[in-house]
């Protein structure tokens, strides 16, 4: 009997400490929780430092062209920026993404920055000509210097 009685409390402690499963999984999505947490917290606190605003810190486009090639009443796609000239020495700088998806404009023709994905159209100022885009492209400052127009 007395066998019987030491199976019992040793049962009885092992129960005791034994977590049950649900506070088992509880636990454990309390630290992914926890974890997930931290890590926005530790990459919010970078883009803070980096920016200064709370928002990842965006690269600022640069690029470089030759005045004669952004003819008078259109423009060129250079990468991350479009260059466009409305008027006779009147340099303009933009963001080549395109407002609406975010698809890169493929092109400067007709009087338009064109995107190919859904077909929006933007003026040379960068406002919207039609869309689906409804805000403008975003500018960026643009300079001439000498005979380049760079951007950036």
């Not at 810190?57 to 479009?82: C, H, M």
């Amino acid at each position: 009997m007395q066998s019987d009685e030491l199976n019992q409390e040793q049962s009885l402690r092992i129960n005791q400490m034994a977590f049950p499963r649900r506070t088992v999984i509880a636990g454990m999505g309390v630290a992914a929780a926890l974890a997930a947490g931290s890590a926005l917290f530790s990459r919010t606190r970078a883009s803070s430092a980096s920016g200064g605003s709370g928002s990842p810190a965006v690269k600022a486009a640069s690029a470089t062209v030759p005045t004669g090639n952004v003819p008078v009443g259109g423009g060129v796609v250079l990468g991350d920026v479009v260059v466009t000239q409305p008027s006779g020495g009147d340099f303009r700088g933009f963001s080549s993404t395109c407002t609406h998806a975010g698809c890169t404009v493929s092109d400067v023709s007709g009087g338009t920055i064109n995107c190919p994905c859904h077909g929006s159209k933007f003026n040379l100022d960068g406002s919207v000509h039609n869309g689906p885009a409804s805000v403008p492209l975003a500018p960026r400052s643009v300079s001439v210097q000498g005979d380049s127009v760079v951007v950036g």
